[in-house]
């Protein structure tokens, strides 16, 4: 009885942590296209791929508020499990998201991350400074602005006193508290 008793805990708090561990994908995302198409297969085939759906993400370029709506120019980069960018030195080329509704430029600014989910609506001529663009334009139904990751840490914890029960030539106390006096003779001084 008791045995029993464990066994069922265990097995109820593993299951736990595995529905706590499940990512899920941003409301409004979802569902995820089967075969997702990808920039060169649309700048290959327009008319074949004019209307489909696809769920783009990276990082905003440029965001311009016009009368009908905002237009995202996002640098592409591949998603993750959770349809979030991934944070990658690559990118998949640029598009152009076209939303019906006003984003605010200071909320969705360059270099914040977004998620777009719409219909393939043809190629679009436009220049990167002085280059030459093809951008794929997409009517954008939802967009999902991800927040700000938060900067890397240091794992390790530095005492500001420097390392402990460590004394030699190369270390005094306090390096920025103490001034060398050149007429002084200090023996750890070389």
């Known amino acids: 009885m008791n045995l029993r008793r464990h066994f069922s805990l265990l097995t109820g708090l593993l299951l736990a942590g595995l529905l706590v561990g499940c990512a899920s994908i941003p409301e409004g995302i979802e569902p995820l296209p089967e075969e997702p198409l990808t920039r060169a297969e649309v700048l290959a085939d327009t008319e074949a791929t004019m209307g489909q759906a696809v769920v783009w993400g990276g990082v905003i370029a440029k965001v311009e ?6 237009r995202l120019e996002i640098v592409a980069r591949p998603l993750n499990r959770e349809a979030r960018p991934r944070e990658v030195d690559q990118s998949e080329g640029r598009f152009r ?10 909320v969705y600014e360059e270099g914040r991350e977004v998620t777009v989910r719409g219909r393939l609506d043809g190629i679009e001529e436009g220049s990167i400074g002085e280059f030459d663009y093809r951008f794929v334009r997409i009517d954008a139904q939802t ?9 890397p840490r240091d794992p390790y914890y ?7 029960g460590y004394m030699g030539p190369y270390w005094r106390p306090h390096p920025y508290h103490w001034r060398h006096d050149p007429w002084r003779y200090d023996p750890w001084y070389w």
């Open 65 to 70: 508020n016009t009368r009908d709506g905002t």
């Open 97 to 106: 998201a076209y939303i019906d509704d006003f984003l605010d430029p200071q």
């Open 143 to 151: 967009v999902h602005l991800w927040a700000k990751r938060p900067p």
């Open 158 to 164: 530095y005492d500001p006193w420097g390392p402990p």
